[in-house]
């Protein structure tokens, strides 16, 4: 970053609107304007006797140099061209501002250092919280138990719940936080939010693990005691219904074990966005895998190193001219961090993706195109297994066990 780029813009502009005509005064520029607003005399930078001009109407001014290419522009290259000094000492003499110091690299490293380790105590501190959590949970219960029902719902066998290597637990009143506004203002007249607990209730709670196995967080889906199907949660302010679901402590580079394979030596893993999807993909398939739920499509697809056109969806300006939306593309981000992303068990060969077919399918095929360009190499090969049309693996689960009816 130049000396220039560190002044505020603020200083800057207040440096370009400085009168021109009484600035050329000052240095000795004494020539009336004439009729159309000019004035011509000598030029308080570079003598002559008419080179110089001054146009007040525009607030500039002009000097032909004694013959030579002319020159002009507002009050910064004015002071730059009589004292013969760089823009940066020209902003300085005009408002009086000195150019903030050069950051110090040493410094701005510390900093940089400083928030990298407040940043991790706080995702240790939230981590703990989680796993106090956890602790509260217990096995579900059999026979009728909030979980149990749940599942049973989404035509998920419970049993699928406990599969070796699965960890699901039931809460009975865990409680629900969301941003709320406090009614109250800040100094600077900016509504004071914080956080409070909106809803208590029983939830189904999984833990999240990174790749070592290591507790990262755990995610909860609330469940209605009466329905027995997803709590239904408003935003108090805005009266909008939350997603029934969410996430303690960290998902970053964690996943959800659903199921660990029979045959030891397997190498075969399958992998989706979403607990139920997984355990409907399951309970269609059978087969002798690693079952992974990887938290959610970001921490599975990664970021994108671009956006694309969306063939379909626009979206309309202010000017009123409808424009194409832009959704992330397929090509994942090279500076991703592989370390928080989702990726699959140590020694698995093969790796089958879920994909949902139930929503804006341009959107998610470009997501799996983006996970399966991630974590291919010549040691992995990955695949996408997508829900027939229409459907998500769940949705399609439901529509097979009601034709067996």
């Not at 011509?40 to 002009?62: A, E, L, M, T, Y």
Request: charged fraction near 30%; charge should be positive.
């Amino acid at each position: 970053m130049s000396a220039a780029q560190r002044f505020p813009d603020r200083v800057v502009a207040a440096a370009r609107q400085a009168d021109v005509a009484a600035l050329a005064a000052r240095y000795g520029f004494s020539a009336r304007a004439n009729a159309g607003g000019e004035a011509v005399g000598p030029c308080p930078g570079c003598g002559g006797r008419d080179r110089f001009s001054v146009n007040h109407r525009k607030n500039i001014w002009r000097c032909r140099q004694g013959g030579g290419d002319p020159i002009g522009g507002d009050a910064i290259a004015l002071v730059q061209h009589v004292e013969n000094c760089s823009f940066v000492r020209a902003v300085e003499i005009l408002t009086g501002e000195e150019v903030p110091a050069a950051p110090d690299p040493a410094a701005q490293a510390a900093a940089r250092e400083k928030a990298r380790r407040e940043a991790d105590k706080f995702r240790e501190k939230e981590r703990r919280r989680a796993f106090a959590l956890w602790r509260e949970s217990h096995v579900p219960e059999r026979f009728g138990g909030m979980v149990e029902s749940y599942l049973a719902g989404r035509a998920i066998d419970p049993d699928l719940a406990r599969m070796e290597g699965a960890h699901c637990r039931e809460h009975d009143a865990l409680p629900f936080w969301h941003f709320v506004d406090t009614g109250r203002v800040d100094t600077n007249g900016r509504p004071v939010k914080e956080w409070r607990v909106i809803h208590v209730g029983p939830a189904m709670v999984w833990p999240i693990v990174d790749r070592d196995g290591r507790f990262l967080g755990i995610h909860a889906t609330w469940i209605d005691p009466e329905t027995r199907r997803k709590a239904e949660i408003f935003d108090p302010d805005t009266g909008e219904q939350l997603p029934a679901k969410k996430v303690r402590g960290s998902k970053r580079g964690g996943r959800i074990v659903l199921r660990l394979p029979d045959w030891r030596g397997c190498d075969e893993a399958v992998a989706g966005e979403g607990i139920e999807t997984c355990l409907s993909w399951f309970a269609i398939n059978r087969r002798d895998v690693f079952l992974d739920c990887a938290v959610d499509l970001g921490n599975l697809a990664g970021r994108a190193a671009r956006t694309v056109r969306h063939p379909t969806q626009t979206f309309q300006r202010r000017d009123g001219r409808r424009m194409p939306v832009r959704v992330p593309g397929p090509d994942p981000r090279p500076d991703d961090d592989p370390a928080k992303l989702y990726a699959p068990p140590a020694g698995v060969a093969r790796l089958t993706l879920l994909g949902d077919s139930d929503s804006d399918t341009f959107a998610t095929r470009a997501a799996m195109l983006r996970a399966q360009a991630r974590l291919s190499s010549d040691a992995l090969a990955v695949a996408t297994e997508w829900a027939p049309a229409g459907h998500d693996f769940n949705s399609y689960l439901q529509r097979i066990r009601e034709d067996d009816r």
